[in-house]
C-alpha cells in the first residue's frame, strides 16, 4: 500500500479502526446535535463553551487514573467497559429528548459523565495501537486514527442535519447509542498481551512514574509544552463552531454541521498526507510547520467576513489542528518506553482535559462580551507571538531529533 495506509495491512488494526469510525460517526452526530440544542435553548456562547468543556474536563483528573490502568490492566476489558459506560449514557440522553427533559442542565451532567468514562479508557485505546502495527508504522496509525476521528466530522454532521430534520434531537442521540456496538465488536477480536505492572506498585506510584518518564526525556517536554500552547489558545475553536455559526453568521444546525464539515475535510486531508510527509521530512519539521501555519489559519477563521470563507478557512485550521495533534501524540508514543505508554499518553489527555475547557470557557465568556471574531483572532496572535519569543530564544525542538528511548528506567519498589 501507499506509505499513507500502509498500516491497513494490519486486520487487527483495520478492524479497529473500522469500529472506531462507526462510533465517531454517531459521536459526532451527537456533537452537532448537542450543540445546535444549548444553542438555540440559551443564545449564550457560554452555556455552549460549558457543555463542551464538561466532556472534556475528566480528562484533567482521571485521565491520570485511566493512564495507570492502561499499563496495569487488559487495555481490551478497560476500553470494552467504558465504550460501554458510554453508550448506556447515550441512551439516556435519547430518552431524555424523546421526554422533552433536555435541559441544558441535565445535558451538561451527562456531557460529564461521558467525558469520565472516555477519560478513564482513551489512554487504553492509545496504549493498544503501537501494539497493531510495526514502530516504523506508528505516526501513520495515528494520522489514520485521525482520519477517521474526522471522517466522522464530515459524515456525523451530515446525517446530523438530516435526522434531525426527520426525527429531532432523540433519534440523534439514540443513533450514537446504537453505534457504541460497533468498537465493542472490533474490540472483543484483538488478542493482546496484558501489560506486567512492577510488583508492590500503588496507583499512585504508578501516576508518580508517567510523570517521571515525561521529565526524563527533553522531547517529551518539549511535546507538553506545545501542546500547552495548542490546547489553551487553538483548541477552543472547536467547542464554539456552533456559536460562530448562529451568533456570527446566524446560521443555526445548516451552519454548524457546514464549519464542523469543513473542518473534518482539513482535518482528514491531513490525515492522509502526515504520513508520507514525517517519512520525507522528519517529525521535528513537519511539527513546526503545523504550529506555525494554525493560528495565522484561525485568523483568517476569525476575520472571514461571510459563512462561505470561514468554511474554507475552517478546512485550513482543521488541517493544522489534527497535523499539530497526532505529531504530539506520534510523537510522545514514539519517545516513551512501552512499560509507562499509557501513563505518558494520559499526561497529554490531561493537558487537553484542562487547558480546552478552560480555554473554551475563557474564550466563550469573553466572546459574550466583546464579540467571538475579536476573541478568535486575539488567541492566534497571542499563539503565534508566544511561538515567535520561543524561536528567538532557541529552537527548543531540536531536542526531538534523537529518539530518547530508554532515558527512564523504573524504580524498584520499596
Given amino acids: 500500500m501507499p506509505g499513507a495506509f500502509a498500516p491497513f495491512r494490519h486486520p487487527p488494526f483495520r478492524r479497529l479502526w473500522a469500529g472506531a469510525?462507526?462510533?465517531?460517526?454517531?459521536?459526532?452526530?451527537?456533537?452537532?446535535?448537542?450543540?445546535?440544542?444549548?444553542?438555540?435553548?440559551?443564545?449564550?456562547?457560554?452555556?455552549?463553551?460549558?457543555?463542551?468543556?464538561?466532556?472534556?474536563?475528566?480528562?484533567?483528573?482521571?485521565?491520570?487514573?485511566?493512564?495507570?490502568?492502561?499499563?496495569?490492566?487488559?487495555?481490551?476489558?478497560?476500553?470494552?467497559?467504558?465504550?460501554?459506560?458510554?453508550?448506556?449514557?447515550?441512551?439516556?440522553?435519547?430518552?431524555?429528548?424523546?421526554?422533552?427533559?433536555?435541559?441544558?442542565?441535565?445535558?451538561?451532567?451527562?456531557?460529564?459523565?461521558?467525558?469520565?468514562a472516555s477519560a478513564l479508557g482513551f489512554p487504553a485505546y492509545q496504549a493498544i495501537l503501537p501494539d497493531l502495527v510495526p514502530r516504523a508504522e506508528v505516526v501513520g496509525a495515528m494520522a489514520l486514527s485521525g482520519a477517521q476521528w474526522n471522517l466522522g466530522r464530515i459524515v456525523?454532521?451530515?446525517?446530523?442535519?438530516?435526522?434531525?430534520?426527520?426525527?429531532?434531537?432523540?433519534?440523534?442521540?439514540?443513533?450514537?447509542?446504537?453505534?457504541?456496538?460497533?468498537?465493542?465488536?472490533?474490540?472483543?477480536?484483538?488478542?493482546?498481551?496484558?501489560?506486567?505492572?512492577?510488583?508492590?506498585?500503588?496507583?499512585?506510584?504508578?501516576?508518580?512514574?508517567?510523570?517521571?518518564?515525561?521529565?526524563?526525556?527533553p522531547g517529551l517536554r518539549v511535546v507538553v509544552g506545545a501542546m500547552t500552547l495548542t490546547s489553551f489558545l487553538a483548541a477552543p475553536f472547536i467547542g464554539l463552531v456552533a456559536a460562530m455559526a448562529v451568533t456570527v453568521f446566524e446560521a443555526s444546525s445548516s451552519g454548524t454541521a457546514a464549519l464542523v464539515t469543513a473542518q473534518g475535510v482539513g482535518a482528514v486531508a491531513m490525515a492522509v498526507a502526515l504520513g508520507p510527509l514525517v517519512g520525507r521530512f522528519g517529525n521535528r519539521r513537519v511539527l513546526v510547520a503545523v504550529l506555525a501555519a494554525l493560528p495565522v489559519a484561525l485568523v483568517a477563521y476569525g476575520c472571514a467576513p461571510t459563512l462561505p470563507v470561514a468554511v474554507v478557512a475552517i478546512v485550513l485550521v482543521g488541517g493544522c489542528y489534527l497535523g499539530a495533534l497526532s505529531s504530539f501524540t506520534g510523537i510522545a508514543q514514539l519517545r516513551a518506553p512501552a512499560a509507562v505508554r499509557g501513563r505518558v499518553l494520559s499526561l497529554l489527555m490531561v493537558l487537553l482535559g484542562v487547558l480546552y475547557p478552560l480555554g473554551t470557557l475563557v474564550q466563550g465568556t469573553l466572546a459574550d462580551a466583546a464579540g467571538l471574531r475579536r476573541v478568535t483572532v486575539g488567541a492566534a496572535v497571542c499563539m503565534l507571538a508566544m511561538l515567535a519569543v520561543a524561536a528567538r530564544r532557541g529552537d527548543p525542538t531540536r531536542a526531538l531529533e534523537p529518539t530518547g528511548r530508554g532515558a527512564w528506567r523504573p524504580r524498584p519498589p520499596r
Fill in 156 to 217: 456525523g454532521p451530515a446525517l446530523a442535519g438530516l435526522v434531525l430534520a426527520a426525527g429531532g434531537y432523540a433519534w440523534a442521540f439514540a443513533v450514537n447509542a446504537l453505534s457504541f456496538l460497533a468498537v465493542l465488536g472490533a474490540i472483543t477480536t484483538l488478542r493482546l498481551p496484558a501489560p506486567v505492572p512492577a510488583a508492590g506498585t500503588t496507583l499512585a506510584a504508578a501516576i508518580r512514574e508517567g510523570i517521571g518518564a515525561v521529565r526524563a526525556d
Fill in 21 to 116: 469510525f462507526v462510533s465517531n460517526v454517531g459521536t459526532w452526530m451527537e456533537a452537532v446535535a448537542l450543540q445546535v440544542l444549548v444553542t438555540e435553548t440559551t443564545r449564550r456562547a457560554g452555556w455552549t463553551g460549558l457543555v463542551a468543556a464538561a466532556s472534556f474536563a475528566p480528562a484533567a483528573v482521571l485521565g491520570p487514573v485511566g493512564g495507570a490502568l492502561a499499563d496495569r490492566h487488559p487495555r481490551t476489558a478497560l476500553l470494552a467497559a467504558t465504550t460501554s459506560v458510554q453508550m448506556l449514557l447515550a441512551a439516556a440522553l435519547a430518552a431524555l429528548a424523546a421526554t422533552g427533559r433536555a435541559t441544558p442542565g441535565l445535558v451538561t451532567l451527562i456531557a460529564f459523565g461521558g467525558g469520565c
